[in-house]
């Protein structure tokens, strides 16, 4: 005889409900998970990796990053933490220390941890404060009401890939740039922003790994036409002997495909022979992912499903950053949903799961807005080299002002005169409306048979 749950539908083995379903544990699902969990939410986190796991990424985190872990109550004093001064600008043979500001209502320092273990951490305090996490289940698609609204998701779990359906009135999509969960649901993402790609592979370097400073090149050259890498380079230090080196780009259309590999090997074979950033010292091998930016997919809530960072396209324009964004919006997209479960199911609760785009919007649409318009103008045809010219890179004042527009570490209200001008400068951008439809085309869900009366 079939177990039959609260909301009436079939139970298998192994199937389960709660409040809200969370799809992906990186750092976006991770926060949503724990912010909903600290909110008094039954909370599914599913996940189809095992933690920990490994994820492309530079592993480095600004002010703002250290300011939601410590939100989060992650112990930033552990062994592992890696704190750094600020950024250091490399440029034509010129170079610029911009330590990070101190303001009023951020951290002063940074941090890079490799996200082999940053993950497991954030997963660790979203299950420590209640999420119930389950691993090895991939989710495979939607299931939906008549009406086309998310009422759960199919999946797959474990080695023998056993059929598995998790059922909640509201789902977080949160599995990263695949947007699988989306997709499914509908939610294409824009053709008219490019991806951009990034590429990095860790060294072994006694010379940079206690580096106090994340280090950016602006200058590098495309291996294959010879021209301005779109994009910049890094080496951050991860003070355990190793450095994250990589490098993005974001090519407009007429740039054209950029070699990520062969553009590294060109300016790998630039640097100091000291700093070993050479083959025989490399510690992994050179691994790359896509980074969807600029709010890519839109809307962020249709029919009882958020979506939460790189999922939605949610990397900064200006810099490629993202798990700062994906933290910051996972918290936004936590109280959202802890507000709207207090309602019951109909327009009022809609509304308030609408209020998700809406905040979103508030804090970042100009930004990103603004930031669109710079990658598809100067960033995706030129790189940084143009802005990062001999006058810039000679003044102080000037290096720090863009270092806080590229990274938005800036006070709320303003703290400072850069703070101001900065803020000034957003406000001048006209506000872009969120995107609050439905979605644009009919879901590919599995849509379970309603049991016959
Ligand atoms: C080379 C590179 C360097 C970068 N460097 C930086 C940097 O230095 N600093 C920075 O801030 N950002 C950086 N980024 C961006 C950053 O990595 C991402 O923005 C960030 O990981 C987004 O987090 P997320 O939780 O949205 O997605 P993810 O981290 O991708 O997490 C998604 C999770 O969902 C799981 N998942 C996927 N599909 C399913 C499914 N069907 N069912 C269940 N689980 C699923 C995945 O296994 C994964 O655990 C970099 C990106 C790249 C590619």
């Not at 926060?31 to 492309?56: N, S």
């Not at 951020?106 to 954030?122: A, E, N, V």
């Not at 598995?164 to 599995?175: E, F, L």
């Not at 009882?304 to 324009?317: E, F, K, N, R, T």
Request: aromatic share 6%; proline share 8%.
């Amino acid at each position: 005889m079939p177990v039959t749950g609260p909301s009436g539908a079939d139970m298998g083995a192994g199937d389960e409900q709660a409040q809200v379903i969370v799809v992906g544990a990186g750092p976006a699902g991770a926060t949503a998970a724990l912010y909903l969990a600290r909110a008094g939410m039954d909370v599914l986190l599913l996940e189809k990796g095992t933690f920990p796991r490994d994820k492309v990424c530079g592993d480095g985190l600004t002010p703002r990053g250290v300011h939601q872990l410590v939100r989060m109550g992650v112990d930033i004093d552990a062994p592992g933490w890696t704190r750094t001064r600020g950024m250091r600008w490399m440029c034509e043979g010129r170079q610029a220390h911009i330590d990070w500001p101190r303001l009023g209502g951020q951290p002063d320092f940074g941090l890079t941890r490799s996200r082999h273990d940053f993950d497991d951490i954030l997963v660790r305090h979203a299950t420590g404060a209640g999420a119930r996490l389950r691993m090895e289940v991939k989710a495979t698609g939607p299931l939906t009401d008549r009406a086309g609204r998310i009422t759960g998701v199919t999946a797959v779990a474990g080695a023998d890939k056993e059929p598995r359906t998790y059922r909640a009135p509201v789902v977080i999509a949160a599995d990263g740039a695949s947007a699988r969960t989306a997709l499914a649901m509908g939610l294409e993402r824009d053709p008219a922003r490019q991806i951009a790609t990034a590429a990095r592979r860790y060294y072994l370097s006694t010379a940079r790994t206690h580096d106090p400073y994340l280090e950016l090149w602006a200058d590098l050259r495309c291996s294959r036409t010879g021209r301005d890498l779109p994009g910049y380079g890094w080496i951050f230090p991860l003070g355990d002997g190793r450095v994250n080196v990589g490098l993005g780009s974001l090519p407009h259309r007429r740039h054209g495909a950029v070699d990520l590999r062969a553009t590294m090997e060109h300016w790998l074979a630039r640097l100091p022979k000291e700093w070993g950033l050479r083959e025989e010292n490399a510690d992994s091998p050179l691994r790359s992912a896509a980074l969807p930016m600029g709010f890519n997919r839109r809307p962020q809530y249709s029919r009882g499903l958020l979506l939460v960072g790189d999922c939605a396209g949610m990397i900064s324009p200006w810099s490629g950053e993202g798990v700062v964004q994906a933290m910051e919006a996972g918290e936004v997209a936590a109280e959202a949903v802890a507000l709207a479960l207090l309602r019951p199911g109909g327009p009022g609760r809609e509304e308030a799961l609408r209020q998700y785009p809406r905040e979103i919007n508030r804090l970042w649409g100009r930004y990103y807005r603004l930031g669109n318009h710079a990658a598809d103008l100067v960033l995706g045809r030129y790189g940084y080299r143009p802005i990062l010219n001999r006058r810039v890179m000679a003044s102080p004042v000037l290096v720090r002002s863009l270092a806080r527009l590229l990274t938005q570490v800036a006070d709320e209200p303003g703290h400072d005169a850069i703070d101001a001008v900065l803020h000034t400068l957003l406000r001048l951008v006209p506000a872009p409306t969120p995107a609050l439809g439905r979605g644009r085309r009919t879901p590919k869900a599995s849509r379970k048979p309603r049991p016959k009366p």
